[in-house]
């Protein structure tokens, strides 16, 4: 038995060093990990596993050897760039890599993947340079191809393919950002003329938050109701709702349009190479050809006309041929999250920080607390990466059959993996940071900057509150329209029936703590899937019951916490599904092992916060600590890879920048002195 | 029974609007709550709350008009500041302040509460500015009053105080922040000249992030290793461990002194207006006297004394000299969790998105999403702004009394407070951003700025993670002293029956939903007691288990996880009895009902997010459930008083800045077109 003074860790309050005793140096000095730490996974060659992560590789090399030969438009903090600065920066970089070749548009239009991989290597390049490129093509250019005609096409195509023509989305507005429905700018059409005229009839209808509007934009994509005479000779002009014109706002020379007035929003949070800027239009006349016509036309009489029945299906059209943008916002996330975890983990495992009295001090990688920061990112960051890639073959294949299931289903998934992605990569960089302790705050070690850039991910692009919405909003759809015409009763009984066959068949089951089964993908599909299952017949119920005496509205509104809680489960469902297919298809055995780990990493976490599975008795007291014990095992056996693990995301040292997280050799050699590369940046001699 | 149709929020997956029915307008304009929601809480004064949060209203209503008068002593965003022209303007705004009579160090010295207070008076001013002063007065100036004698008190005092002498805390070095202990610099006694020779042994040793250093500091208190020559005559120098020196640094004219290297450690995440160097010495000599010798001394022939009797003793008292930093800290976090929360509260009772179908659109904040955000945060800003008084008023007596039992208690108290309300205060600032979405990114609305500057909050005078651990340890040394020399089966048997006696005594207490027991503060004080109670229990047994095979450092690693969540709970135990005593201490009624339902729900979401009361069967399911619902039902409540418990903050609109969260004009007249400000920050004519 241990005497009372053996137990303690660190002794004195007033100092932070452990005093202990009795400590081998030898657990830490040469695994660095205490004798009782579970078995270690197997060493994999980091290029085997980024072999597989990866087919496009080559492509990749191109891109990065480009800023290689262009270090001078990498932004660099130390020169406290202003807005100006950086936003000439990022307008040479857009233009060394059309000069390289490359077509951001054409990639949109004839081979999505390539543009979405684009935008992810370019997210650690610049993020206002991946954003900036963003507005050009996916929002503005990709606005022309998919809702206008095959003459707006043509018009338009070259010109904004090789940025001579740049231009802006300009939807959001001072007062109306989620709510695109009820957007108030207007255009009118004006028979006598054939031209639409373009207004801003209040001060909240001010366009706001344009990118590319406050010093580039030559026209943009405006979002504006479509107002046109009454057709029955009544004197009001009837409101078609929200649709999408071109409406030119500068001369070539750079000079406003008349009517058209533009301020600059200033410095934001981050994405300062970006101009975003707010536009007031004043009476702004455009021809009638100037609707981009796809899903409703006017002709010179004014006759309105679309193959789609209602303005609400028109609608549901224009936005939903914009999913592109959350494809590329997810791909982009999932760059920043690999950066930054590359960085937090290399700079953990060299850290080195207390240790066992008269023994070398341990890397704070090797402390608990660290891993279990860490070693989650990491394992999420891989499974965030196999769903980005089930994401874009899904869009891909949508864009090339178009068929309906299809376009919901890419909705759905698109809404909820960037909601749920950015959310993720978000809080993650804070992590990242408070992990790399005082240097992760240095601005040359990038997490703040990353931080301040990635946060309106978050929010552009669809709210991710209001994104979430949706994915659930879909469920609820297809769950009705399994049961449409149905008594209540029957669905309910149907539903119930299939929760309980998710529940473990034997109560034994409930109760089982061995690591085999915790580590069953069988097991752990299940218990994410009942997960989901369970909170969308119990929301659907809940909606129900309150519908009647609330109004759906506020019936909706007192659900909004089950809402949001049901989206979240089902991506991660939908994550696991394809983190499990990952792991089953990678042939190398040492790779598949650390695959493997992760995913049971990822899926346990998530029952293990998850209080329903225990309300439920779906696991058992003594279930749910064997699975927290079991996560912190996870976190200890990654630790040995975890630096091959990263390696494996291939981000070269010139791209990475942080001197803290400098080591992206491919893998050869030993990890590269950070504190020298950190002394030098500072202005040392060494 | 509804129909299908009408159980569904957002119906359209291309939309964003809810396509609702049925949905009355009047709940939603009348008081933007729909009728089923709970009962609300009375209105108070919030002029009255706040003359009950503040007793030193004055003084802040006096720094707040000196900014009035000075505004171009604020940073300005939309200057794009560089860190020179922002470090310029904070040295300009403390001697703005000292002219106005206001002496940081007076106040450190004779009346500590002040000098917290201007604290958090200036968090909201700007952050550089206030950790630019903590720097100079509570380190620099402290280090001096604190680990030296009087004739150092006298020699620098005023010289401090008036900024004539500008200084640096230099501890921190490149390889090392928390563990101080191991720092490498060395001050080597030279007999024969009477000098100690301060030197940078390896890179690793350079001081590094030394606030002042880069630009303002004219000497530093150094922490070095205290070497003497082997008083028995050998020929190694005897290494007594790390003490502090006053080094100087620059001649009167700024000129850096022989042997004294500095580097500007560049752009940072945030706080940029703070002048943070790197120091290297080269065989720098400074008078014997020099040595800041409250605690040990050395005579001219090199003799070594100290009335502590071991080096780590000496230690410990050196380092729990400087606790205040740490009270300087939550006082400063908690002052900018008011200010966000102002900000975000503010901006999500005027923004309005969606509605039922005809009807006016409705304040963000009334969606249930934003209340579970925001009020949870608003609750634990009050929580926390009482737990802060009770750390002040506690330092000060500690600071009067020097009672030993007093002082291990600030220094726990101060340790985990600072963690606990500076991480907390750092996620809540991510949150503000996002509950106010674009217009949350705007830099001119500030919750981007402070949550850079904020962040190393987190890391700096102790790292959150070393500092919770210390509470831990401290625990665990009281529970050892409780049960010194009683063999491991008594302490064990009256742990075991303490935890039994926090047990609900009757079982139907486990099971019982009603919101009288649950918003019960015996019920709630007892639930958080326990689980404090029980973690200590558990953590003790699991390092008596773990140490005699692993050793004490790797047992303590093993349960470090548990470590910190114990220091979490007890943080979060204090604060929940101190909020009560608050509650109980306020005799206006309607005040107290507010303040009663925030400490309700603070107390609520710590037993709804712990996994381990439904493990221990503490709380039944059904209890879990009604717990969840008690959550969402407060937050309901609490929403109604929102903008008056803001109100009571009473931060002026000219220290607040941001246009979106402006209205501080004390709770007189409606809030003001927030639109407007935020048109005219962006240069349209309003």
Redesign the interface.
């Known amino acids: 038995?241990?005497s009372?003074?053996?137990?303690?860790?660190?002794?004195?309050?007033?100092?932070?060093?452990?005093?202990?005793?009795?400590?081998?140096c030898a657990?830490?000095t040469s695994s660095t990990r205490?004798?009782?730490a579970t078995k270690s996974l197997p060493r994999f060659d980091p290029g085997v596993m980024e072999t597989y992560l990866d087919d496009m590789r080559d492509m990749r090399a191109r891109v990065n050897e480009l800023f290689r030969q262009h270090p001078e438009l990498l932004p660099n903090?130390?020169e406290?760039l202003?807005?100006e600065e950086h936003r000439d920066l990022v307008r040479r970089a857009l233009k060394v890599i059309l000069q390289a070749g490359y077509s951001p548009l054409e990639m949109l239009a004839r081979d999505p993947r390539k543009y979405f991989y684009l935008g992810e290597c370019l997210s650690m390049v610049d993020l206002s340079l991946m954003v900036k490129s963003g507005v050009q093509y996916s929002l503005w250019g990709g606005s022309v191809l998919n809702l206008g005609s095959e003459a707006h096409r043509r018009r338009y195509f070259d010109d904004i393919a090789q940025f001579r023509l740049p231009g802006c989305f300009a939807m959001?507005e001072?007062?109306?950002?989620?709510?695109?429905?009820?957007l108030q700018t207007e255009a009118v059409l004006d028979v006598l003329s054939d031209e639409w005229v373009v207004h801003t009839p209040e001060?909240?209808a001010?366009k706001?938050?344009i990118g590319n509007a406050a010093e580039d934009g030559r026209a943009a994509t405006v979002f504006a109701r479509l107002k046109v005479p009454d057709p029955n000779g009544g004197s009001k002009l009837v409101d078609h709702g929200v649709h999408a014109f071109v409406v030119p706002l500068r001369d070539p020379n750079g000079n406003l349009l008349r009517g058209v007035e533009i301020?600059?929003?200033?410095?934001?949070?981050?994405l300062n190479g970006v101009d975003n800027g707010?536009i007031?239009f004043t009476h702004v006349r455009i021809p009638r050809v100037n609707l981009l016509d796809r899903f409703a036309s006017v002709d010179k009489s004014g006759r309105y006309s679309s193959p789609l029945t209602s303005q609400?299906r028109r609608?549901?059209?224009?936005?939903?041929e914009l999913t592109g943008g959350r494809v590329g916002l997810t791909a982009g996330s999932v760059g920043v999250l690999k950066g930054a975890v590359t960085i937090a983990v290399r700079y953990a495992a060299l850290r080195?920080?207390?240790?066992?009295?008269d023994c070398p001090?341990v890397a704070i990688l090797?402390?608990?607390?660290t891993q279990?920061r860490l070693m989650p990112l990491l394992a999420t960051c891989y499974g965030l990466h196999f769903a980005r890639g089930l994401l874009v073959d899904k869009y891909v294949d949508m864009k090339r059959t178009r068929e309906p299931k299809l376009v919901?289903e890419v909705?759905?998934l698109s809404a909820g993996l960037k909601a749920y992605t950015t959310g993720y990569t978000?809080?993650a960089l804070?992590t990242c940071?408070?992990a790399c302790?005082?240097h992760?705050?240095?601005?040359?070690n990038r997490?703040?900057?990353l931080?301040?850039d990635h946060?309106?991910f978050?929010?552009?692009e669809?709210?991710?509150?209001?994104l979430l919405?949706?994915v659930?909003?879909?469920l609820?759809?297809e769950y009705?329209q399994q049961?449409?015409g149905a008594p209540?009763t029957a669905s309910y009984h149907y539903l119930r029936s299939a929760l309980l066959g998710a529940l473990p068949n034997n109560p034994l089951v409930t109760h089982d703590t061995e690591p085999r089964h915790l580590r069953d993908p069988a097991f752990l599909a299940k218990a994410l899937e009942y997960r989901t299952a369970r909170m969308l017949f119990t929301l659907?119920l809940r909606?129900?019951k309150?519908?009647?005496?609330?109004?759906?509205?506020?019936?909706?509104?007192?659900?909004?916490?089950h809402?949001?809680s049901l989206a979240r489960a089902y991506v991660e469902s939908v994550i696991y599904k394809t983190f499990l297919r990952a792991v089953a298809g990678c042939v190398d055995p040492e790779c598949r092992r650390s695959l493997k780990a992760m995913s049971d990493l990822f899926a346990l976490r998530l029952i293990?916060g998850d209080?329903m599975f225990?309300?439920?008795?779906y696991i058992a007291?003594a279930k749910?600590?064997a699975i927290s014990r079991l996560v912190?095992a996870l976190c200890s056996e990654l630790r040995g890879q975890a630096l091959n693990l990263v390696d494996a995301f291939a981000i070269p040292d010139h791209i990475l920048r942080a001197p803290i997280g400098l080591g992206g050799n491919g893998g050869a050699g030993p990890q590269p002195d950070i504190?020298?590369e950190?002394?030098a940046?500072?202005?040392?001699e060494?």
């Open positions: 038995m241990a009372a003074d053996g137990i303690v860790g660190p002794k004195q309050m007033g100092g932070n060093e452990p005093q202990l005793s009795m400590a081998p657990a830490a205490p004798r009782s903090v130390e406290g202003s807005k959001t001072l007062k109306h950002g989620s709510n695109v429905a009820a001060e909240g001010i706001w938050w301020r600059d929003c200033g410095y934001k949070v981050g707010a007031r609400a609608f549901a059209a224009t936005l939903g080195q920080q207390f240790g066992p009295p001090e090797d402390y608990q607390s279990l919901e909705h759905a978000q809080s804070s940071r408070e302790g005082g992760g705050y240095a601005a040359v997490l703040g900057a931080r301040s946060d309106i978050q929010t552009f669809g709210d991710n509150t209001v919405q949706q659930s909003a879909m609820l759809k009705r049961f449409s209540l659907s909606l129900r309150h519908g009647p005496k609330l109004g759906s509205f506020h019936a909706w509104n007192k659900c909004l916490d809402v949001l293990e209080m225990r309300n439920d008795e007291p749910a600590k912190v504190y020298r950190y002394l940046a500072a202005g040392f060494v």
